[in-house]
């Protein structure tokens, strides 16, 4: 029995590999190429427009990557890496792929549709986004699966024929990675949420509240009067205050507070807490020009462009890989909200940034009537109340975002708050520290390596436990 089988194994690997080699999706990871990428080759599926209409049969390609370097033919498991609100320019060498190598599975990744190449339409006008939501991208991840996995069958010669599928997202796709195994759970084994925004928040105060207890006493008493510093010098001087931190281009004051609230933010978010508070509390102690120091972190460490948060350059509806910035206030403005307002006491961020300024963006920006549903969306997925299983939510205790995630733990949904001094967003998967854009997934750089390390082995201990689980039965060599 033992040689019928292993011959029949022999005979699928000889034959997918043949099969594989005379298409384009095979991309080998070369010996240069270790840091940053799996793979970059880009794959193209021909996706619907609208699921939810039964007569609108319109298509769009949709862009998409495979690495199949680690898989276990033929019956290894399936990783679908969900890809967010972004440019999604190939499968990240993060931890997933630790994962992968581990448990000899694919990788697939789909681009989200509007974002990057994926995008329906020649114009982003505000009425050609009425197809861009969280509920039409899980739809395209389901038909995606099922046409991947049929693809599969067909170059291993078999049919009515499933392999495991696991599906992985942080931030938003963390969210998608919770919502899909809700919506679709007989299509998926299980779902890692890391830092998942399953709750849609309309005014987010919390948010900032978490800045301030991430910051510690020192650190967050320098930022609340480095905010007062600025707000005195933007009623007297504006235009030069705002030239001095290269933002003259946002007339909106606005756009220029919710800008320097990001650049201060992001230094918590993503794990490096000390390039911040370290300079500003020296600057106080030391009697010198907070907002000159704020200055200098600013254009040393805050590497985003002004232009994502000037609302004349938001109204840009042409399409390009860098329109995300307008593709994902529509999806704030219109699902999500996460309006990250300043609390009516103890706050770090300006006073400026409040409801009125996120409602007036979106009419701005979109036009009347666009304002956030965030009952209806909470409504359809449930917030942190979500009826899932086999989904794991991990989250870093530095990490602002974690309010807006499941952290009670349950049975079939186990949660788990990363510790540590540099625990930011999606930790478990990008280790530390980090910045938006330079993504480095070694624990041992963590203030704790310990803690991310044993989390991890708990994400390890479910997916091996929820893919034995659902292992098809019906898998033959025929």
Known sequence: ???????????MLLLFLSTVAATPHRHRLSETATDRYLTKQEQWFSQTLDHYSPYDHRKFQQRYYEFLDYFRIPDGPVFLVICGEYSCNGIRNDYIAVLAKKFGAAVVSLEHRYYGKSSPFKSLATKNLRYLSSKQALFDLAVFRQNYQDSLNAKLNRT???????VFGVSYPGALSAWFRLKFPHLTCGSLASSAVVLAVYNFTEFDQQIGESAGAECKAALQETT?????????????????FNAADLEIDGDFMYFLADAGITAFQYGNPDILCKPLVEAKKDGEDLVDAY?????????????????????????S????????????CTEVAYFQVAPSNDSIRSSIVDTRYHLDLCKNVFGKGIFPDVGATNLYYGGTKIAGSR?????????PWRRASKQISSPEMPSYTITCHNCGHGVDIRGCPQDPFNIEGNEKKCTSPDAVHKVRQKIIEHIDLWLSQCEDPGRSCI
């Open 160 to 166: 009515k024929t499933e392999n495991p599928w696991f």
């Open 295 to 319: 200055v200098k972190y600013v254009k040393e460490n805050y590497g985003e462009s002004t232009e994502s948060y000037d609302q004349e350059n938001l109204k840009n509806t042409s399409v």
């Open 391 to 399: 989904i794991v939510f991990t989250n870093g205790s530095q990490d």
């Open 321 to 332: 890989e860098n329109s995300s910035d307008r593709l994902w206030w529509f999806q704030v």
């Open 1 to 11: 029995m033992d040689d019928m089988r292993h011959g029949c194994l022999v005979t």
């Open 228 to 244: 007062q510093l600025i707000e005195k010098k933007l009623a007297t001087d504006g235009k030069a205050l705002k030239a001095s």
